[in-house]
């Protein structure tokens, strides 16, 4: 309830016979009358509801009342401590509801108001739902497309720290159907970040990682937000299953010459170069994880276990022309059947090349083929087609390291490269 004084001072406003004229400065003297109050945040509350109300009857025209009621919002928005700012926030905005038609200025600047002192307290949901209630698509005002889109940007990364990503993904859906008109730099990188967060939450990690890296070129963004970005980039590569694609994923990475900065840099390079990777880097790894990416699949291990198993069963194809499946259950730490299981999945979707002969207990990767009489032992079938593909890559391996080597000396010695270039 409103103190005596303020709440008289309001009534005697409200007496039809008051000079109308004279009523938006009288009503300002009230308002800084309130905030100069030494109350407590529960009586500030009670005296800001009952001025909002008393502007918003019928004894004030709208067009009086709107200047007023963005004085009072402005107010609420200068109180330094968040609870009490929230409390007034709140229940201004519960006085506001009836006739919001009419203020929606002022109903979307308490709003925004009210979502940065949640977020003061780490309440972000309560600061996504209070953005929500912003009316965007409407008659009496006109809302710019880059506004629109920052509040649905704002609304998605707000949900998505919570890790609610059905939300967030619904506002960036929104944002997406303006994203051709957005002009504005920092929105374009807002939505490309909460792109990437989602397809990372939602354990898309081929297309998160691109999405980092792509991002860790802006040159809005400073150096340190850059370098997280790229090491985003990394994990999520990191945690792809295995394959050609991620093979791709990573080779672009592993060039990038920042990578050498980044923590995560070592188990980049053992997975560029197919080289096995041990339980204690594994472990070391998994200490920059975030929750969702440490979370159990069907099978009950963590995305990052099947990763690094895929990883190593890759590996170990190039390694070996052929292995039993009990040394291969001992190289990934797994039991037989598990391992064979890995290498089934793997073989079925063309990401390594070969097959399994179950009667002989052996793998046998590309290039090679079971005898026609079994007694535990395969015969090497060469294929031309496989040694080319081979041979090709290898020579494209040995191409980009002189091309990156020559870059090098080229940014080191610009001079020198100058004068020895042939023309």
């Not at 007496?15 to 308002?31: R, T």
């Not at 990475?253 to 560029?272: N, P, S, W």
């Not at 890995?342 to 046998?364: F, H, K, N, T, V």
Request: with cysteine; aromatic share 6%.
């Amino acid at each position: 309830m409103a103190s005596v004084s303020i709440a008289k001072a309001l009534q005697e406003l409200e007496d039809p016979a008051a000079n109308q004229e004279d009523k938006p400065a009288a009503y300002k003297k009230i308002l800084d009358r309130i905030l100069n109050l030494k109350d407590t945040s529960s009586s500030l509350s009670d005296n800001i509801k009952a001025f909002i109300d008393s502007i918003l009857s019928d004894n004030l025209g709208i067009v009086a009342a709107r200047p007023l009621l963005g004085a009072a919002v402005e107010s609420i928005k200068n109180i330094q401590d968040a609870d009490t700012k929230i409390h007034a926030g709140t229940t201004a905005l519960r006085s506001l509801e009836s006739r919001v038609v009419s203020f929606e200025e002022q109903d979307a600047q308490l709003r925004e108001m009210l979502a940065d002192a949640y977020i003061l307290q780490e309440e972000y949901i309560e600061a996504a739902r209070t953005l929500q209630g912003i009316q965007l698509e409407s008659s009496q005002r006109r809302v710019p497309d880059d506004h629109k889109v920052a509040i649905w940007i704002r609304i998605c990364r707000l949900y998505l720290e919570e890790d609610d990503t059905m939300s967030a993904e619904s506002y960036l859906n929104r944002a997406k159907n303006l994203r051709h008109k957005v002009t504005n730099p920092e929105l374009i990188l807002g939505f490309q970040l909460s792109e990437a967060r989602i397809l990372d939450a939602r354990r898309k990690f081929l297309e998160a990682s691109q999405a980092y890296h792509s991002f860790s070129f802006s040159a809005v963004l400073d150096e340190e937000e850059r370098m997280r970005a790229l090491s985003s980039a990394i994990i999520c590569a990191v945690l792809a299953g295995a394959g050609p694609q991620r093979s791709r994923a990573l080779a672009k990475l592993y060039k990038d010459e920042r990578a050498t900065q980044v923590a995560e840099y070592g188990i980049l390079e053992k997975m560029f170069l197919d080289r096995l990777i041990s339980q204690d880097e594994v472990s070391r790894f998994s200490e920059s994880l975030a929750p969702h990416q440490l979370a159990q699949t069907a099978d009950g291990s963590t995305v990052l276990a099947k990763a690094v198993v895929e990883h190593n069963l890759l590996s170990v194809s190039k390694l070996y022309n052929n292995i039993g499946v009990n040394e291969l259950a001992s190289l990934l730490g797994l039991d037989a059947a598990k391992a064979e299981g890995y290498a089934a999945r793997m073989l079925e979707q063309g990401r390594i090349m070969g097959s399994i002969d179950q009667i002989d207990g052996m793998i046998l990767f590309e290039g090679f083929e079971p005898s026609v009489e079994r007694g535990g032992s395969s015969q090497r079938r060469e294929t031309a087609g496989g040694e080319l593909r081979k041979w090709d890559s290898r020579v494209q391996g040995v191409a980009e390291e002189v091309e990156r080597v020559a870059s090098m000396i080229q940014l080191q010695y610009p001079i020198l490269v100058s004068d020895d270039m042939v023309h």
